[in-house]
């Protein structure tokens, strides 16, 4: 027995010692790509040293001899840095990631290659001016250098992610830096989406009054510049076919409805700052990843330094500050998408109709290749209103006739898009002016531009306009027939007719991703806009004093009050509020009215450490499922977020809008107060199932919780608990400080979508600009950079944004040295 238990025991070491030799040998591959930040190397393809100067956060400073080695240095800055997501996005454009990923991603690959958008992207090189050019080319020869220096020293493949899934690397392509264009245009576009829900709601619906309740346009003229204080101050006076759904891949960029991009950004004029100096606000919203999206990075060029926010894989800083000029970016919302029903020849499925009658389609095959199966090819298909999309996709199916086809006509589908040479314009631009010069050359994604420079402010559309005709069947807002001539694009718009906003009198102007601008259509700018309520509270904030201050405009950004909790609660709760007897302790009635007293006492604040933000969206949540499911039965699972308008509409009654109260299905008729009676008992029954009995202990931020997803490992066990960042915060859907929920599944209230990137720049002292990511500087979980700014931005601080040179030179970790070979 002794001499069993021995060996046992020999046997328990040995597997012990052969279990921490395992991890000790994961940890030495996996730890032999971090990066070694001070160091001299020799390289080739520049004309002088480059240094890459980091400072404590990890934020690259680099200098060089020219232009072009400055971007040979923020090549190879990226690639230590975020070489695996780089790549990984670059295969997701190229519809190429099922070659790594298996069939996962299949469905992701095909509908890449359907749209084309590599293709173009590499057509699009030759469009570039010879500034962009160079840059795109030395910017490449960078992470190239990168790629060499991993392949030659072993540095454990550049990232421990090529570890788990082997692939080749190619060489960086300047093609690549324009392609990572299109696909952040693939992630900030939602107006597709928008079509189909609508026609598929006017299918169920076809009250046109109900149809806008549900759907309804933003009222009002539009929010841009806001007038001169004085104005609103008196006493201050101063100058259908069957198809199956797809299941959505963490690594697919096409998101859900009411998840494409969004943004804040705002600017004040000399006359509305107390220091005297402009100032700039930006916090551009994309969905959450580890790491984020954004890059942090200084480059110090001919013209001037220029700091911001980049994007591995692009060579241009897409949100900053120069000397003399800061810009911030927003979702536009413009509509530049439309859907169309093309018909097929009866007599041969090739041929699709025209206004000239039925024409071949533009066909191509393409292989797909998928890891450890055989490879699939698949037919492409073009129309002379763009590429051909399968009804598995967007819901399509749902809307298209048997014997038709549904065709995407899109901005971004352009052959010479010189997006990346606009974008490296405003880089170069001295003044507000060169700025929204250069802004003609933007193609997509259709953003607004925010501008400051150290006299003036302004607010400018820029992205391609498409140019529709008076008599558009639908007007943008409908899929249409694509053999029509009238439903189709005639070009574009001139560059002149983009909203524009130059140096208001009012000294203050803004974009949430609100209505700019009321123009009727095809002047219009969309008839679908991504924000009616951020704005009002935007407005509140900014009128609310004469001048501002950088710390003004950093609580702006970090504001948690709702609007629309503070207008749409007195309207539902109206009959509800201290009527009726106690009731007894442990009813559902009790429990309803502690969360009556609770939101009664509430000022509309999100903030993560208290209950009622959790009671009211549970309740808002709950009431317009009430309302709409009986009338869409399971589209309203496409209704994945509230809308305020539409709850206002109902309980204001407007057009007739409160019909929306009562039950088709019972006898008696319901009044909108008996539905936001009974959906907080919903509510309240869904809070105690998932969140426990005592109301007044609720968390709004375990619920809201921020969702920084690896989305690769993410979902590995025990993996999961190193790459993946989570963390409790404020805000919400209708907040600044916006934390879209996801909308779905058993924790509906999950932070998926935000800011990522922040930013407050000061022209009267340019060193006390600030800015902050949502994650870290590296991509690398092993590294103290893959998550230390996180914890700044949960807690809504930032870190110095300073070009002077000596500053940054003072605070360095580690200096990189290129040298020329």
Not at 596 to 625: K, S, V
Request: charged share 20%.
């Amino acid at each position: 027995m002794a001499s069993l238990f021995k060996w046992l025991f020999r046997l328990a070491t040995a597997l012990v010692v052969l279990c921490l030799l395992a991890v000790a040998a994961v940890y030495y591959l996996a730890s032999r790509s971090l990066p070694d930040y001070d160091k001299e190397l020799a390289v080739r393809g520049i004309d002088g040293p480059v240094e890459i100067v980091r400072n404590n956060a990890n934020v690259p400073h680099i200098f060089g001899a020219g232009d072009a080695d400055v971007f040979f240095g923020l090549g190879y800055a990226h690639a230590q840095d975020r070489l695996w997501q780089m790549v990984t996005l670059r295969r997701t454009v190229q519809g190429r990631l099922s070659e790594v990923f298996g069939r996962r991603t299949l469905s992701t690959d095909t509908l890449m290659r359907r749209l084309d958008l590599y293709p173009r992207a590499t057509r699009s090189v030759a469009a570039q001016d010879d500034r962009t050019l160079a840059a795109l080319t030395a910017y490449a020869a960078g992470v190239n250098a990168r790629l060499d220096e991993i392949n030659r020293s072993a540095l454990g493949r550049g990232a421990p992610e090529f570890f788990l899934f082997e692939a080749p690397i190619a060489p960086w392509q300047p093609a690549d830096s324009i392609a990572l264009i299109k696909l952040l245009a693939v992630q900030l576009s939602g107006q597709m989406q928008e079509e189909v829900l609508r026609a598929r709601t006017s299918l169920l619906i076809p009250d046109e009054d109900r149809l806008r309740d549900i759907l309804p346009d933003v009222p009002g003229s539009g929010t841009a510049a806001l007038p001169e204080y004085a104005a609103l101050v008196p006493e201050i006076r101063k100058g259908h076919q069957d198809y199956a759904r797809l299941p959505r891949d963490p690594l697919s960029p096409f998101a859900p409805r009411g998840l494409a991009g969004a943004s804040n950004a705002w600017a004040a004029a000399p006359s509305r700052s107390a220091s005297g100096g402009t100032l700039l606000a930006n916090d551009p919203h994309l969905g959450f990843t580890a790491p984020a999206i954004w890059y942090l990075a200084r480059l110090e060029l001919e013209t001037g330094g220029v700091i911001g926010a980049t994007v591995p894989g692009v060579p241009v800083v897409m949100a900053g500050k120069s000397p003399n000029l800061g810009w911030g970016v927003t979702s536009s919302y413009l509509d530049d998408q439309d859907l169309y029903i093309e018909q097929l020849n009866p007599d041969n499925p090739q041929q699709y109709r025209t206004p000239g009658g039925f024409k071949d389609f533009e066909t191509r095959r393409s292989i797909v290749r998928i890891k450890d199966e055989a490879p699939v090819t698949v037919t492409l298909r073009w129309t002379d209103n763009g590429p051909v999309l399968p009804g598995s996709h967007f819901d399509l199916g749902a809307i298209t006739p048997a014997g038709h086809v549904a065709t995407l006509a899109w901005t971004a589908l352009s052959d010479a898009d010189t997006s990346l040479s606009a974008a490296m314009g405003l880089m170069y631009a001295q003044d507000i002016d060169a700025a929204v010069a250069t802004g003609k050359d933007f193609v997509a994604p259709s953003q607004m531009l925010t501008l400051a420079d150290k006299e003036g402010i302004a607010l400018q559309l820029v992205g391609r306009m498409p140019r529709r005709s008076e008599r558009h069947e639908s007007q943008g807002r409908l899929p249409t027939k694509g053999w029509a001539a009238e439903n189709r694009w005639q070009g574009s718009l001139p560059y002149e007719d983009n909203p524009s906003f130059l140096r208001p009198e009012g000294g203050i102007v803004g974009n949430t991703n609100n209505k700019v601008i009321d123009r009727p259509f095809p002047e219009h700018v969309s008839f679908n806009w991504g924000d009616s309520q951020r704005i009002e509270r935007w407005t509140r904030l900014m009128q609310g004093r004469e001048v501002h201050t950088r710390d003004s405009f950093t609580e702006a950004q970090l504001d948690t009050v709702s609007f629309a909790a503070r207008s749409l609660l007195p309207l539902i709760g109206a009959d509800l509020w201290f009527t009726g007897e106690a009731a007894p302790a442990g009813t559902l009635a009790r429990q309803r009215q502690v969360a009556l007293t609770l939101l009664a006492d509430w000022n509309g604040e999100m903030n993560e450490h208290l209950p009622e933000p959790l009671i009211y969206a549970a309740w808002l949540r709950a009431l317009q499922e009430r309302l709409i499911r009986d009338d869409l039965g399971p589209l309203a699972d496409e209704y994945t977020h509230v809308e305020p308008l539409f709850i206002e509409r109902v309980y204001r009654d407007i057009d007739g809008a409160s019909a929306w109260c009562d039950i088709l299905q019972s006898s008696p008729e319901e009044s909108c107060t008996d539905i936001a009676r009974l959906a907080l008992d919903d509510a309240v029954v869904w809070l105690e199932e998932t969140h426990g009995r005592d109301l007044s202990a609720l968390r709004w931020g375990d619920a809201h919780e921020a969702t920084h997803d690896h989305p690769v490992l993410g979902e590995v066990p025990v993996l999961r608990h190193f790459v993946n960042i989570r963390q409790s915060t404020s805000g919400g859907d209708h907040t600044l400080l916006r934390g879209r929920t996801r909308g779905t599944g058993a924790n509906p209230y999950l932070n998926v979508h935000g800011a990522g990137y922040r930013g407050v720049y000061d022209f009267a002292d340019p060193d006390s600009s600030v800015f902050i990511t949502s994650t870290g500087q590296s991509g690398h979980f092993l590294s103290r950079h893959y998550d230390d700014l996180g914890s700044l931005w949960r807690r809504g601080e930032y870190i110095p944004m300073s070009l002077d040179e000596d500053l940054a030179r003072a605070a360095a970790t580690g200096v990189t040295r290129l040298m020329p070979q």
